[in-house]
C-alpha cells in the first residue's frame, strides 16, 4: 500500500527544487528547514563561515515569497536597533513607532552570539508570542514570523553563550558543515558559469506558496494521526533526559511539545497522515540537542549530547 500524499509533502518538494537552484551540497539541511517552516519553529544554524548559511534562508525566502531582513548583531547592538523605538512626531503631536528589522517575516539573527545577554534577551518575547512590547504597548507581526539565527562553533572570544531560556525557543538547532568533494566541485561550476548570490532575483527561483495554503498546511499539521502509545513514547524520552546521569539539565515540556510537532511535520514531509516511532528519533536530533545540557566531568571525558541523545533513545521501549 503506498503512503497517503500530503500538502504539506507537496510543498516541500517543490519548494526544496527551488532552493537548491543556488544552494548546492546541503540536501540534508533543507528538509529540517522546510518542516521548521510549516511548524512556524525558530532555527539556530551553527557552521563556519562560508557554508551558504545566509543564502539558504534567503532562497527559502523567496521560494515561501516572505519578507526578509538581517540583522548583524555585534556587541554594541542595542534592543531599540532590534525591535524599534519610539520618536515625536511635531506634525501629530504624539510618539509614533518606528519599527526595527524584527518586524518581517524571515529574520536572520546573523552571529547572534557576538552580542550581549541584554540584546539578545529582546528577541525572547518576539520568539515565544510573535509580538514586541516597546513603552509598554505591544505590537504583533505577520505571520509567518521566523528566526534563523547563526553561530560560528570554532570562535569564542568575543562572544556569549546563549541562555538555556532563548535555546529552548529554537525548534531546530542544525549543524552546517562542508559539502562533499563532488558537490564543492559543483559548487565552483556554479560560479565559473555565472551565479552571482548577490544576485538571487536572477536565479529562478519561483513562489511555491502563498498566506493561503500556508493557513491549509498548518491545518494539515494538527491532523496527522497520533497513537496514544506514540505521546507516551514521548514522554518517556523527555523523562530520561531529566534523569540521565551525564546531563545536568533535561529538556523542557516545551521541549515535548516542539519534539511532537516536527515529528508530525517529518511524517507530512515523508508524505505520510500518521506518526511513527521513527519519525519522533528522526526529529530528535534537530529537537533535543540544545536543549540538553552536559555535565562538565562528563564533557572532558568526551560524552556529547549526540552520544547521550543516543543512549537514551536506545534505552527508551519503541511502541508497536
Same mark, same amino acid.
Given at each position: 500500500? +503506498?503512503?497517503?500524499? +500530503?500538502k504539506?509533502?507537496?510543498?516541500?518538494?517543490?519548494?526544496?527544487?527551488?532552493? %537548491? %537552484?543556488?544552494?548546492v551540497?546541503?540536501?540534508?539541511?533543507?528538509?529540517?528547514?522546510?518542516?521548521?517552516?510549516?511548524?512556524?519553529?525558530?532555527?539556530?544554524?551553527?557552521?563556519?563561515?562560508?557554508?551558504?548559511?545566509?543564502?539558504?534562508?534567503?532562497?527559502?525566502?523567496?521560494a515561501?515569497?516572505?519578507?526578509?531582513?538581517?540583522?548583524?548583531?555585534?556587541?554594541d547592538?542595542?534592543?531599540?536597533?532590534?525591535?524599534?523605538t519610539s520618536i515625536?512626531?511635531?506634525? $501629530?503631536?504624539?510618539?509614533?513607532?518606528?519599527?526595527?528589522?524584527?518586524?518581517?517575516?524571515?529574520l536572520?539573527?546573523?552571529?547572534?552570539?557576538?552580542?550581549?545577554?541584554?540584546?539578545q534577551?529582546?528577541?525572547?518575547?518576539?520568539?515565544?508570542?510573535?509580538?514586541?512590547?516597546?513603552?509598554?504597548?505591544?505590537?504583533?507581526?505577520?505571520e509567518p514570523?521566523?528566526?534563523?539565527?547563526?553561530?560560528?562553533?570554532i570562535?569564542?572570544?568575543?562572544?556569549?553563550?546563549?541562555?538555556e531560556?532563548?535555546?529552548?525557543?529554537?525548534?531546530?538547532?542544525?549543524?552546517?558543515?562542508?559539502?562533499?568533494?563532488?558537490?564543492?566541485?559543483?559548487?565552483?561550476?556554479?560560479?565559473?558559469?555565472?551565479?552571482?548570490?548577490?544576485?538571487?532575483?536572477?536565479?529562478g527561483?519561483?513562489?511555491?506558496?502563498?498566506?493561503a495554503?500556508?493557513?491549509?498546511?498548518?491545518?494539515?499539521?494538527?491532523?496527522?494521526?497520533?497513537?496514544?502509545?506514540?505521546?507516551?513514547?514521548?514522554?518517556?524520552?523527555?523523562?530520561?533526559?531529566?534523569?540521565?546521569?551525564?546531563?545536568?539539565?533535561?529538556?523542557?515540556?516545551?521541549?515535548?511539545?516542539? $519534539?511532537?510537532?516536527a515529528? %508530525?511535520?517529518?511524517?507530512?514531509?515523508?508524505?505520510?497522515?500518521?506518526?511513527?516511532?521513527?519519525?519522533?528519533?528522526?526529529?530528535?536530533?534537530?529537537?533535543?540537542?540544545?536543549r540538553?545540557m552536559? %555535565?562538565?566531568?562528563?564533557?572532558?571525558?568526551?560524552?556529547n549530547?549526540?552520544?547521550? $541523545?543516543?543512549?537514551?533513545?536506545?534505552?527508551?521501549?519503541?511502541?508497536?
Amino acid at each position: 500500500m +503506498t503512503e497517503p500524499k +500530503t500538502k504539506i509533502g507537496d510543498f516541500c518538494v517543490a519548494a526544496r527544487e527551488e532552493i %537548491k %537552484k543556488v544552494i548546492v551540497g546541503q540536501d540534508k539541511i533543507i528538509d529540517p528547514l522546510l518542516v521548521a517552516l510549516v511548524c512556524g519553529g525558530h532555527v539556530l544554524l551553527e557552521g563556519v563561515p562560508g557554508t551558504a548559511k545566509t543564502l539558504l534562508v534567503k532562497a527559502l525566502s523567496m521560494a515561501a515569497d516572505c519578507d526578509f531582513k538581517r540583522i548583524q548583531f555585534t556587541p554594541d547592538l542595542m534592543p531599540s536597533d532590534v525591535l524599534g523605538t519610539s520618536i515625536y512626531d511635531e506634525n $501629530l503631536k504624539c510618539f509614533t513607532l518606528k519599527k526595527g528589522p524584527i518586524f518581517t517575516n524571515f529574520l536572520l539573527a546573523d552571529e547572534i552570539n557576538r552580542t550581549p545577554p541584554k540584546t539578545q534577551s529582546a528577541l525572547l518575547e518576539a520568539m515565544e508570542e510573535h509580538q514586541v512590547t516597546i513603552d509598554g504597548v505591544r505590537h504583533g507581526f505577520d505571520e509567518p514570523f521566523i528566526v534563523f539565527a547563526t553561530s560560528n562553533p570554532i570562535e569564542y572570544e568575543g562572544t556569549y553563550p546563549l541562555p538555556e531560556a532563548q535555546l529552548d525557543r529554537f525548534l531546530f538547532k542544525i549543524s552546517i558543515g562542508y559539502p562533499a568533494e563532488n558537490m564543492e566541485k559543483d559548487i565552483l561550476k556554479k560560479h565559473h558559469a555565472g551565479f552571482n548570490p548577490r544576485e538571487l532575483n536572477l536565479s529562478g527561483i519561483k513562489k511555491v506558496i502563498d498566506r493561503a495554503l500556508f493557513k491549509e498546511l498548518h491545518a494539515e499539521l494538527n491532523n496527522i494521526k497520533v497513537e496514544e502509545s506514540l505521546f507516551e513514547y514521548i514522554v518517556k524520552i523527555l523523562e530520561k533526559t531529566r534523569m540521565h546521569s551525564d546531563l545536568a539539565l533535561g529538556a523542557s515540556p516545551r521541549a515535548g511539545v516542539m $519534539l511532537l510537532s516536527a515529528s %508530525k511535520g517529518f511524517a507530512a514531509l515523508r508524505g505520510s497522515a500518521f506518526l511513527t516511532p521513527d519519525d519522533v528519533k528522526f526529529a530528535s536530533r534537530f529537537v533535543l540537542g540544545h536543549r540538553i545540557m552536559i %555535565k562538565p566531568d562528563a564533557e572532558v571525558e568526551g560524552i556529547n549530547a549526540e552520544t547521550v $541523545l543516543s543512549d537514551i533513545l536506545g534505552s527508551v521501549e519503541v511502541p508497536r
